[in-house]
C-alpha cells in the first residue's frame, strides 16, 4: 500500500466528494480513490471533520447524510440560488405528503394502516410516485389474510431531506404545525443544491412521518 501524506489525502478526500454523483460514505471512499492508500479509519475521520469546519463559513458546506458525505449550498440561499432553474419547484398534494409522512414515522406500514389513520383511501398513484422516487420501499409482507405489502423510507429519501437517521425528523407537533400551515398541493421549499447531476429540489418535508 502507497503512503500519502495528510495534505494530498486531504486533496484527494476533497475531490472525490465534489465530483461524486451521489453521497459517498466512508467505507466507499476506502475502497476507490483511497483503494492503494495506507489511510486509517482515525485519519480519514479527521480529514473529513477538518474539510467540515473548513466549510462551515461559506456558501457550500460539507454535510452528511444517510448514504455518507456530500457537498451542498447553503439552506439559506436556496431562494436566490433558486432562480439558475426555470422550472418551478415541485409541488406535492397533502395526500402524498400525509402518506409519506406516515410511512416515515410509523414505519414498517401497510396501505390499509395508512388508510385507517389518514380515514380515506390512498390512491394506488401516491404509492407508486414515492416508490419510482425511491422514497419508499416495500420490505416485506404482513402475516395477515392476504399478506399486504409493509413500507418503510430509504436512504434516497433521508437523503433528499439531509437527514443522517430517521431520529432526525421533525416530531409529530412540529409536522402538524407545518401541516395546518398549508394547502390542498402544498410546495415543499427548495433548501440545498446537492453536487449532483440532478437539479435541486425540495428540502423541507411539512408531514408528519
Given at each position: 500500500?502507497?503512503?500519502?501524506?495528510?495534505?494530498?489525502?486531504?486533496?484527494?478526500?476533497?475531490?472525490?466528494?465534489?465530483?461524486?454523483?451521489?453521497?459517498?460514505?466512508?467505507?466507499?471512499?476506502?475502497?476507490?480513490?483511497?483503494?492503494?492508500?495506507?489511510?486509517?479509519?482515525?485519519?480519514?475521520?479527521?480529514?473529513?471533520?477538518?474539510?467540515?469546519?473548513?466549510?462551515?463559513?461559506?456558501?457550500?458546506?460539507?454535510?452528511?447524510v444517510a448514504s455518507g458525505y456530500r457537498f451542498q449550498s447553503l439552506?439559506?440561499?436556496?431562494?436566490?440560488?433558486?432562480?439558475?432553474?426555470?422550472?418551478?419547484?415541485?409541488?406535492?398534494?397533502?395526500?402524498?405528503?400525509?402518506?409519506?409522512?406516515?410511512?416515515?414515522?410509523?414505519?414498517?406500514?401497510?396501505?390499509?394502516?395508512?388508510?385507517?389513520?389518514?380515514?380515506?383511501?390512498?390512491?394506488?398513484?401516491?404509492?407508486?410516485?414515492?416508490?419510482?422516487?425511491?422514497?419508499?420501499?416495500?420490505?416485506?409482507?404482513?402475516?395477515v389474510p392476504g399478506r399486504p405489502a409493509l413500507y418503510a423510507t430509504t436512504k434516497?429519501?433521508?437523503?433528499?431531506?439531509?437527514?443522517?437517521?430517521?431520529?432526525?425528523?421533525?416530531?409529530?407537533?412540529?409536522?402538524?404545525?407545518?401541516?395546518?400551515?398549508?394547502?390542498?398541493?402544498?410546495?415543499?421549499?427548495?433548501?440545498?443544491?446537492?453536487?449532483?447531476?440532478?437539479?435541486?429540489?425540495?428540502?423541507?418535508?411539512?408531514?408528519?412521518?
Amino acid at each position: 500500500m502507497k503512503k500519502i501524506n495528510r495534505v494530498q489525502l486531504k486533496q484527494l478526500v476533497e475531490a472525490t466528494l465534489f465530483v461524486a454523483e451521489k453521497p459517498v460514505s466512508k467505507s466507499r471512499l476506502k475502497e476507490t480513490t483511497l483503494a492503494n492508500f495506507a489511510v486509517s479509519d482515525k485519519q480519514l475521520s479527521a480529514v473529513i471533520d477538518e474539510l467540515i469546519l473548513d466549510y462551515q463559513p461559506r456558501g457550500i458546506q460539507l454535510v452528511e447524510v444517510a448514504s455518507g458525505y456530500r457537498f451542498q449550498s447553503l439552506d439559506s440561499l436556496a431562494p436566490m440560488l433558486s432562480t439558475l432553474w426555470q422550472e418551478s419547484a415541485p409541488k406535492y398534494s397533502r395526500a402524498m405528503l400525509e402518506t409519506l409522512a406516515l410511512i416515515a414515522y410509523r414505519q414498517p406500514i401497510t396501505r390499509g394502516e395508512i388508510e385507517q389513520v389518514r380515514g380515506v383511501a390512498v390512491s394506488s398513484n401516491i404509492i407508486k410516485t414515492l416508490t419510482e422516487r425511491e422514497w419508499i420501499k416495500t420490505v416485506g409482507h404482513k402475516e395477515v389474510p392476504g399478506r399486504p405489502a409493509l413500507y418503510a423510507t430509504t436512504k434516497v429519501f433521508l437523503d433528499y431531506f439531509s437527514l443522517k437517521s430517521l431520529a432526525e425528523l421533525p416530531s409529530a407537533d412540529q409536522f402538524e404545525a407545518l401541516a395546518n400551515q398549508g394547502s390542498d398541493d402544498t410546495e415543499v421549499p427548495s433548501a440545498v443544491a446537492d453536487r449532483t447531476n440532478d437539479k435541486p429540489e425540495p428540502e423541507s418535508l411539512p408531514t408528519n412521518e
